[in-house]
């Protein structure tokens, strides 16, 4: 009589890992790459955050915000009708300071639902 449950955990045992596809591969590496573009950030107070974040659930982000993320994103700013936001000037200035990798990584970011990773200003 075989004994099934041992030949299946020394063939378990005898594999070699497995290695991960390419795709996967790069994946990973581009959610990496984009972690570290968010470190590099300079920090902006919350609500700057909060209104970026209802900006880029409201709007349609296709394959043509590839190039200028952040020119794209001060051009929405400007266009926000909902209530004064504060020192807009200075949201709209940062979004076209960021290098295109950053600012995909905001957007990102807050599509993931993880803006707890944006960095945000002391008041204190």
Same mark, same amino acid.
Do not use: F, Y
């Given at each position: 009589? /075989?004994?099934?449950?041992? $030949?299946h955990?020394? @063939?378990?045992?005898d594999r070699t890992p497995v290695a991960r596809p390419p795709l996967l591969l790069?994946? &990973?590496?581009? !959610?990496?790459? &984009?972690a570290a573009e968010l470190r590099d950030l #300079? #920090? &902006? #107070?919350?609500?700057?955050w909060q209104t970026l974040a209802r900006i880029?659930? %409201?709007?349609?982000?296709d394959t043509t915000w590839i190039e200028? #993320? %952040?020119q794209l994103l001060s051009y929405e700013i400007e266009d926000f009708e909902e209530g004064h936001i504060p020192d807009s000037g200075a !949201?709209?200035?940062?979004? /076209?300071?960021?290098?295109?990798?950053? @600012?995909?990584?905001?957007? *990102?970011?807050? &599509? /993931? *639902? $993880?803006?707890? !990773? !944006?960095p945000v200003e *002391?008041? %204190?």
């Open positions: 009589m /075989r004994n099934c449950a041992s $030949e955990t020394q @063939a378990k045992q790069r994946a &990973l590496d581009v !959610l990496s790459q &984009l #300079p #920090p &902006l #107070p919350a609500v700057h880029v659930n %409201g709007t349609v982000i200028q #993320p %952040g !949201l709209i200035a940062a979004c /076209r300071s960021w290098s295109r990798a950053q @600012a995909v990584a905001v957007i *990102d970011a807050i &599509l /993931r *639902d $993880e803006t707890a !990773l !944006l *002391d008041n %204190g």
